[in-house]
């Protein structure tokens, strides 16, 4: 029911920026649990941030704290997650994710994107 559409990914040297964005299919995006995960090579998907439904609540992983911040234009369908101060450790492939659940665990998401590599160079 829900598609997703990623775009913003590419090369960044440390220390610099990017930002991604995310649309969704249908107007009932709004209703869903939101967020962006990350895998790197040879770890485990992990999520990076996550967002609830209004906008009002996130949630961030200790290593990107202070550095990341996501917001949603749900008028729009659109998530998005403004990459500052990049570290070489940020580079990973970075998927969108929804779903109805109200925790921001893999069991939440149940739509997913494909991906956007974001590599970040030093």
């Known amino acids: 029911q829900v598609q997703l559409v990623e775009s913003g990914g590419g090369l960044v040297q440390a220390g610099g920026s990017l930002r991604l964005s995310c649309a969704a299919s249908?107007?009932?995006?709004?209703?869903?649990?939101s967020g962006w995960f990350r895998q790197a090579p040879g770890k485990e998907r992990e999520c990076a941030v996550g967002?609830?439904?209004?906008?009002?609540?996130?949630y961030y992983a200790d290593s990107v704290k202070g550095r990341f911040t996501a917001s949603r234009a749900n008028a729009i369908n659109t998530q998005y997650l403004q990459m500052n101060s990049l570290k070489a450790e940020d580079t990973a492939v970075y998927y969108c994710?929804?779903?109805?659940?109200?925790?921001?665990?893999?069991?939440?998401?149940?739509?997913w994107g494909q991906g956007t590599q974001v590599t970040v160079s030093s």
């Open positions: 994710a929804a779903g109805l659940g109200n925790y921001y665990t893999l069991g939440t998401f149940n739509y």
């Open positions: 249908g107007r009932t995006f709004r209703s869903y649990t």
């Open positions: 967002i609830s439904a209004s906008g009002q609540s996130t």
